[in-house]
């Protein structure tokens, strides 16, 4: 068969991979200069910056791909395991101290409050159960009611109608502990304090296999990606834009139009673009019955980011790889960037230094930065050409005052994206950075599925589409969708 992949991200490289070494004959069209989708690469001054994904959990989902195509994830790029995982900072000046040994972590928890080191162990022993409810959907199809089905009577006895921190409150007197253990679906997109307690799994998932640094940069494991694609035969088309799906008068998908004018037949489309922009503005309104634009409106999406990707003339030794920065209000918060959807003046971050692991990604001396503040979609009345400047430089002076001195007067290097970026550049509807809200009523069968419910042979592999955002989501839809059309 003749399949185009429409964008490569994580999930359209896993899909691409699998099906051309499965003898299929596999394009991918990408609009941007390079692969990677939100893991682009950003290079400036003499300093790397990963543009999205950098937390590597399940890296034998990884090894999966590079096995289907008859290769070694070792000779495409070298994976390194962190400790610590991260560092949680709060307000107050606390610190945990995060990783997959057991007996810091019980220490960690007693520093904060020893009564609550039984409830972890408790939290820990019931994750096991979710985790093994959790990871066997993840790479499996939802496509008819039946699926779901065979799965409801142990989601309602896991109680997956519990948000992930009533979960961890159960466990936790503390509510620093609660916020440290309840955090992670923010990493997806999601709001802790709405997104089925099954996405708790996360920490257990952590615990089982680590968080692994691809040596290079996320980007390194893009290259590998794209390079094992490119050695079993794919063919990559970059800068180029997809206008419209084209179809034939029965219906069926035939090929893609393309801005330049030109026409790709497929037998196939895989789709890694965001699900609510494809079907908005790839597929023509009298082929949906299902998603139509009310229904693809009504859904809820993930927060948009506000990201400044910086580079420093001094070394902060301070800081860990991995960094999540409490703010002072936790549900206050999250319910201004998902409900009220206002810009707080307050802000939660999580700050990214791989410099703590590989100085080849800034120059001798410096340390390359990512600071990402969570912030609502362009459903908010935000004007972010009159507010970036005046965010970005609250967030610089919170850092400097509290954590990284001088640091203003250190930046040497720094550029900045905001939910407009994710509209205009990713195509991500109303500026979306995770697609479609990881919510209870929108997993699983309820979440947009892997194949179109409108169109018998588009595909849809990303962040959008079941199992949803994060690495181990997005790889596992592209295991999802290879398997649908008949590859690995």
């Given at each position: 068969?003749?399949i185009?992949?429409?964008?490569?991200?994580?999930?359209?490289?896993?899909?691409?991979?699998?099906?051309?070494?499965?003898?299929?004959?596999?394009?991918?069209?990408?609009?941007?200069?390079?692969?990677?989708?939100?893991?682009?690469?950003?290079?400036?001054?003499?300093?790397k910056?990963?543009?999205?994904?950098t937390?590597?959990?399940?890296?034998?989902?990884?090894?999966?791909?590079?096995?289907a195509?008859g290769?070694?994830?070792?000779?495409?790029?070298?994976?390194?395991?962190l400790?610590?995982?991260?560092n949680i900072?709060?307000p107050?000046?606390?610190?945990?101290?995060?990783?997959?040994?057991?007996?810091?972590?019980l220490?960690?928890?007693?520093?904060?409050?020893?009564?609550?080191?039984?409830?972890?162990?408790?939290?820990?022993?019931?994750?096991?159960?979710?985790?093994?409810?959790?990871?066997?959907?993840?790479?499996?199809?939802?496509?008819?009611?039946?699926?779901?089905l065979?799965?409801?009577?142990?989601?309602?006895?896991?109680?997956?109608?519990?948000?992930?921190y009533?979960?961890?409150?159960?466990?936790f007197?503390?509510?620093?502990?609660?916020?440290?253990?309840?955090?992670?679906?923010?990493?997806?997109?999601?709001?802790p304090?709405?997104?089925?307690?099954?996405?708790?799994?996360i920490?257990?998932?952590?615990?089982?296999?680590?968080?692994?640094?691809?040596?290079?940069?996320?980007?390194?494991?893009?290259?590998?990606?794209?390079?094992?694609?490119?050695?079993?035969?794919?063919?990559?088309?970059?800068?180029?834009?997809?206008?419209?799906?084209?179809?034939?008068?029965?219906?069926?998908?035939?090929?893609?139009?393309?801005?330049?004018?030109?026409?790709?037949?497929?037998?196939?489309?895989?789709?890694n673009?965001?699900?609510?922009?494809?079907y908005l503005?790839?597929?023509?309104?009298?082929?949906?019955?299902?998603?139509?634009?009310?229904?693809?409106?009504?859904?809820?999406?993930?927060m948009?980011?506000?990201?400044?990707?910086?580079?420093?003339n001094?070394k902060?030794?301070?800081?860990?790889?991995?960094?999540?920065?409490?703010?002072?209000?936790?549900?206050?918060?999250?319910?201004?960037?998902?409900?009220?959807?206002t810009?707080?003046?307050d802000f939660?971050?999580?700050?990214?230094?791989p410099?703590?692991?590989?100085?080849?990604?800034?120059?001798?001396g410096?340390?390359?930065?990512?600071?990402?503040?969570?912030?609502?979609?362009?459903?908010?009345?935000?004007?972010?050409?009159?507010?970036?400047?005046?965010?970005?430089?609250?967030?610089?002076?919170?850092?400097?005052?509290?954590?990284?001195?001088?640091?203003?007067?250190?930046?040497?290097s720094?550029?900045?994206?905001d939910?407009?970026?994710?509209?205009?550049?990713?195509?991500?509807?109303?500026?979306?950075?995770?697609?479609?809200e990881?919510?209870?009523?929108?997993?699983?069968?309820?979440?947009?599925?892997?194949?179109?419910?409108?169109?018998?042979?588009?595909?849809?592999?990303g962040?959008?589409?079941?199992?949803?955002?994060?690495?181990?989501?997005?790889?596992?839809?592209?295991?999802?969708?290879?398997?649908m059309?008949?590859?690995?």
């Amino acid at each position: 068969m003749k399949i185009i992949v429409i964008g490569s991200g994580f999930g359209g490289l896993s899909a691409a991979i699998r099906l051309q070494a499965s003898g299929h004959e596999v394009t991918i069209v990408e609009k941007r200069g390079k692969l990677g989708g939100r893991a682009y690469v950003y290079e400036q001054d003499g300093f790397k910056f990963d543009g999205g994904p950098t937390i590597i959990t399940a890296p034998w989902l990884i090894d999966e791909v590079f096995e289907a195509a008859g290769k070694r994830t070792e000779d495409y790029v070298k994976l390194v395991k962190l400790d610590p995982f991260y560092n949680i900072r709060f307000p107050d000046g606390t610190v945990f101290n995060y990783n997959d040994d057991k007996e810091n972590l019980l220490n960690q928890i007693r520093k904060f409050n020893p009564n609550d080191v039984e409830g972890y162990k408790r939290f820990s022993k019931d994750l096991g159960e979710i985790y093994r409810v959790g990871f066997e959907l993840i790479d499996q199809p939802f496509t008819s009611v039946w699926d779901m089905l065979k799965v409801i009577p142990e989601m309602v006895k896991l109680r997956s109608d519990r948000s992930v921190y009533k979960f961890a409150s159960r466990y936790f007197q503390d509510e620093k502990l609660r916020e440290a253990f309840s955090f992670h679906p923010l990493l997806i997109g999601g709001n802790p304090f709405t997104t089925t307690s099954i996405y708790a799994m996360i920490h257990q998932l952590e615990q089982k296999f680590g968080v692994w640094f691809a040596m290079g940069g996320t980007g390194a494991l893009v290259k590998g990606l794209g390079d094992l694609f490119l050695d079993i035969g794919g063919e990559v088309f970059t800068k180029a834009e997809v206008k419209r799906i084209s179809f034939d008068k029965y219906g069926k998908a035939n090929g893609v139009k393309m801005k330049t004018g030109e026409f790709l037949k497929a037998d196939a489309i895989v789709s890694n673009a965001d699900v609510a922009f494809t079907y908005l503005n790839l597929v023509p309104k009298r082929f949906r019955k299902k998603y139509t634009d009310k229904k693809i409106k009504s859904m809820t999406y993930s927060m948009s980011l506000f990201v400044i990707y910086f580079g420093t003339n001094r070394k902060y030794e301070n800081m860990a790889h991995h960094e999540i920065i409490m703010g002072k209000r936790y549900k206050g918060l999250l319910d201004e960037i998902f409900f009220n959807k206002t810009l707080a003046k307050d802000f939660s971050l999580y700050l990214h230094r791989p410099t703590a692991t590989d100085q080849s990604l800034a120059p001798k001396g410096c340390d390359s930065w990512y600071v990402l503040s969570p912030v609502p979609h362009l459903e908010a009345d935000i004007d972010w050409k009159t507010a970036a400047k005046s965010y970005r430089d609250s967030i610089i002076s919170y850092l400097e005052e509290n954590y990284m001195p001088e640091l203003s007067k250190h930046i040497v290097s720094e550029h900045h994206i905001d939910p407009l970026h994710f509209q205009d550049t990713l195509n991500s509807y109303l500026g979306n950075a995770f697609g479609v809200e990881p919510t209870l009523l929108q997993s699983a069968y309820l979440r947009p599925h892997n194949l179109s419910e409108d169109v018998s042979n588009l595909y849809f592999v990303g962040a959008g589409t079941h199992p949803g955002a994060g690495l181990p989501g997005v790889m596992s839809s592209g295991k999802i969708v290879a398997k649908m059309i008949g590859g690995k």
